[in-house]
C-alpha cells in the first residue's frame, strides 16, 4: 500500500520496497575536567581566591585521631601537680626536687584548684567570698609581677600566678593547726607566723632570681605582705 504525499518534502514507501539500512551514530567526544588545579579553575572560583576568600572552597578531611580523654584536652597533667605541690610544700634544696620546674613550666588548673582549695576552707559555706579570693590571687599576682618587671626580673604573668597559687599550700596545711589550738594563742600566733615564712619563702626563692642583685628584698617584702593578707581572710583579722 501506497500513500502519496500532500507535498514535494516527503515520500512514503512501503516496507517491501524499501532497501534494508542500517549504520551507526557517533557522538562528540566530550571530556569532563575534575581537576582542582589552580590554573584551570572556573571564574568563580578564581575571583573568590583573588579576593581571599578560597578558605570557602576548602574541603575539611575526616579526623582520624582518636579521641583523647577528658584531661588531656584540657592540658591537665596530675602527676605534674602533684610534683610541683612537693616542690612547694618541701622548699629545702636538699631534698633533690628541681623546684625551677613550678617556674619554668607554669600552669592555671593546678594554681585555681589551691586557690578555689583555700577559699572553701576559708568561708565556711559564704561562697560569695570565692571569687573575691580569686580576685586577690589574679590582681595580687599581677602586682607582682609588675614589681618584678620593674627591678629587672625576667618573669611572665603566667609563671608568677603560677608560683603565688601553689604557694598557698603552707597556709591550707596550717589551717587544721589553728582550728585545735585557737585556744592557745601564742602558740597560734607562732603557727601563723610560720605558715606566712613557709609560703612566701616557698614564692620568692622561685621568683627572686639572681638577677635582682641587691633588689631582693623590695620584691620579697610585697609577697610577704599579700600572704600575710591571704592569712587574714581565713583568720578574719
Known amino acids: 500500500m501506497q500513500f502519496s504525499p500532500n507535498n514535494g518534502d516527503f515520500t512514503f514507501v512501503s516496507s517491501t520496497e524499501a532497501e534494508e539500512l542500517s549504520g551507526t551514530i557517533s557522538a562528540p567526544d566530550i571530556k569532563l575536567n575534575m581537576h582542582s588545579d589552580g590554573s584551570k579553575d572556573p571564574y568563580a572560583t578564581t575571583f573568590l581566591r583573588q579576593r581571599g576568600y578560597g578558605w ?5 578531611e575526616d579526623d582520624s585521631e582518636e579521641i583523647k580523654p577528658l584531661l588531656e584536652e584540657l592540658d591537665i597533667d596530675l602527676k605534674d601537680i ?23 613550666n607554669p600552669d592555671f588548673w593546678g594554681p585555681l584548684a589551691v586557690v578555689l582549695l583555700f577559699s572553701m576552707i576559708s568561708i565556711y559555706g559564704q561562697f560569695r567570698v570565692v571569687s573575691w579570693i580569686i580576685t586577690i590571687w589574679i590582681f595580687g599576682s599581677l602586682t607582682i609581677f609588675l614589681l618584678a618587671r620593674v627591678l629587672g626580673g625576667e618573669v611572665s604573668y603566667g609563671q608568677v600566678l603560677g608560683v603565688i597559687g ?20 601564742i602558740v597560734s ?12 619563702y616557698s614564692a620568692a626563692s622561685l621568683l627572686v632570681g639572681d638577677e635582682f642583685k641587691t633588689k631582693k628584698p623590695l620584691l620579697i617584702y610585697p609577697i610577704f605582705l599579700l600572704y600575710i593578707y591571704f592569712l587574714s581572710l581565713y583568720t578574719g583579722v
Open 56 to 60: 570557602l572552597l576548602e574541603v575539611e
Open 82 to 104: 602533684y610534683y610541683k605541690i612537693r616542690c612547694v610544700l618541701m622548699p629545702v634544696p636538699s631534698l633533690g626536687y628541681n623546684r625551677q620546674v613550678v617556674r619554668d
Open 166 to 185: 601553689y604557694s598557698l599550700l603552707p597556709l591550707i596545711v596550717i589551717a587544721p593547726l589553728l582550728l585545735v589550738i585557737r585556744v592557745f594563742e
Open 189 to 200: 600566733t607562732l603557727i601563723k607566723l610560720l605558715g606566712v615564712f613557709w609560703a612566701a
